[in-house]
């Protein structure tokens, strides 16, 4: 790993994937030197908590450790901040909460159209029969008897659904499977979790029969109460339903097509928004472009020049085939699993670094604009004299320009990406792109590769037709450089989108399919 040589001493037990999908894992053996190293900003920590302790009491702890160490490291800590939270809140996607809540709601609408449908079956079946009861009133069966044997018809009809249930799980599950994409899939361990089980089928079971006891409960008690004259004086024909039946009846039947109505505007809503996420505005054309993933090692690529150079070669390689029209090169590419971020401090504002507004960091190089035709608004974009020893310089998004200079020529203007940073010079003003469809934040900075080489990158290439079939000349141009370099990942743009928006599209499906549902019910 990362051109260091290691010995397997251990294997982890199927399943295990923590943190982020993960499937090796490695010491995290510092030297003395790194330890001493507090400019280090982030670290994940797990820690099982000792008997009787508490979240809260773990965060008042490290809280309290992080304050000593402000006081005695001011230069390095004293913006430092640590949160302590469950498990499940530090490895819980960012949106997934709301979008798995979307979801269960809809399933409670589907379960209420449901029992409606049940409710309204049942009191239409009690009123059919009515005169069967009397009948058997009549005859001396007793009222008990009559209540009791409606609860059990009602029992024996949820014991049957039930067996129709599980094997439909079983198909849902698998086709819920199915519709999500491998690269996601590994990154929902939950997934691996929920499965048809014994506990599963107890559970529905006695679900499935307390609702349909309850909802057999009105036509027994309905039976246990009919009236033998008035039921017996009239035919099966001419018969009609009390007046408060009625009623009931149809406030069901309303309750359930309005309820159904609702579940099919809102999966048509999260369906468009879905369509949207994945081929709306998203600032950049996914058609057409290949995108190859390289993570240099750092033992063997520390040298920038070294970088740059690998970087160079392979675009340069690219560029002689005739079916390539762009070749740009990235540290994290939209769309993609990662992003980086760094406080942004605009000349002249003083801000303390824990009030600075974070950005979106790109190291890319000029051809990265063309490949994925992100358009230059003002300025210029990078060029052969933007190297390490020149002025520090970088192009911005127009958010960005919008929200620190609104009314003045952003052109000149110089900030820093840390409080004791370097300051960097705006060349360039682009156009907006959408890096990450939770956060929204569109404000990015772009610095040349040039002046910053980056050990992990993603080479965007167009093409004029389909990008696929120019991975073998991808692999190629790689293995040039370096043959021992291997290639994270190779795939077009456009897949990738669809697979980062793989969440927002099963979700959309689902409601769709529940929303049909209640429509076939209803």
Not at 249 to 261: C, D, E, H, K, N
Not at 269 to 280: H, K, Y
Request: net charge positive.
């Amino acid at each position: 790993f990362d051109g260091e040589s290691f010995e397997v001493v251990g294997v982890a037990r199927s399943g295990f994937a923590i943190p982020d999908g993960a499937e090796a894992w490695a010491p995290l053996a510092l030297t003395d030197e790194q330890w001493a190293n507090r400019r280090q900003a982030f670290y994940g920590a797990l820690a099982r908590l000792a008997e009787g302790q508490t979240v809260e009491s773990a965060r008042a702890e490290l809280t309290s450790i992080i304050d000593t160490q402000r006081r005695d490291f001011p230069d390095t800590n004293k913006n430092r901040l640590a949160q302590v939270m469950t498990f499940t809140a530090g490895m819980a996607d960012a949106g997934a909460g709301a979008f798995i809540g979307i979801w269960q709601a809809f399933a409670l609408l589907l379960l209420l159209i449901a029992c409606a449908n049940v409710a309204n079956l049942l009191l239409a079946r009690g009123a059919e029969r009515s005169q069967e009861y009397a009948v058997r009133l009549a005859l001396g069966a007793s009222r008990r008897r009559v209540f009791s044997q409606t609860l059990l018809e009602g029992l024996l009809l949820s014991v049957v659904a039930v067996i129709v249930a599980m094997p439909l799980t079983a198909i849902g599950l698998g086709l819920s499977r199915a519709s999500i994409p491998a690269s996601v899939l590994r990154f929902i361990p939950g997934w691996a979790f929920i499965r048809v089980d014994v506990p599963l089928f107890l559970v529905t079971a006695a679900l499935g029969t307390l609702a349909m006891l309850f909802f057999s409960f009105i036509p027994a008690l309905q039976a246990m109460r009919a009236h033998v004259s008035d039921a017996l004086r009239q035919s099966g024909r001419t018969m009609t339903p009390g007046r408060q039946r009625q009623r009931l009846r149809s406030g069901l039947a309303i309750t359930q097509v309005a309820l159904a109505l609702a579940l099919l505007f809102g999966s048509v809503l999260a369906l468009t928004a879905a369509d949207r996420t994945v081929n709306g505005v998203l600032g950049f054309d996914k058609k057409n472009v290949l995108v190859g993933t390289i993570n240099l090692p750092e033992r063997t690529y520390a040298d920038p020049k070294k970088r740059l150079r690998f970087a160079e070669g392979v675009m340069d390689a690219m560029k002689t085939i005739p079916a390539v029209t762009d070749v740009g090169v990235v540290n994290n590419i939209p769309a993609g699993f990662n992003n980086n971020g760094r406080p942004f401090f605009p000349e002249g504002v003083e801000l303390e670094a824990g009030d600075a507004r974070m950005v979106n960091i790109r190291l890319v190089n000029s051809g990265y604009f063309g490949a994925l035709k992100i358009p230059l608004l003002r300025g210029r974009l990078f060029e052969d004299s933007d190297r390490s020893e020149t002025v520090q310089v970088a192009v911005v998004s127009a958010s960005l320009v919008r929200r620190y200079w609104p009314d003045e020529d952003p052109l000149g203007k110089r900030f820093k990406l840390a409080a004791d940073g370097p300051l960097f010079s705006v060349v360039g003003v682009s156009g907006d792109v959408v890096h990450n469809w939770f956060t929204r934040r569109e404000e990015t900075v772009y610095r040349p590769i040039s002046q910053s080489p980056t050990y992990g990158g993603d080479f965007a290439i167009r093409t004029v037709g389909d990008p696929t079939a120019l991975a073998g000349d991808f692999r190629r141009a790689v293995a040039a450089m370096d043959p021992d370099q291997p290639i994270a990942s190779l795939a077009s743009l456009e897949k990738m989108v669809e697979d980062r928006a793989g969440g927002f599209t099963f979700i959309a499906r689902a409601l769709g399919v529940v929303a049909l549902i209640a429509l076939i019910l209803s």
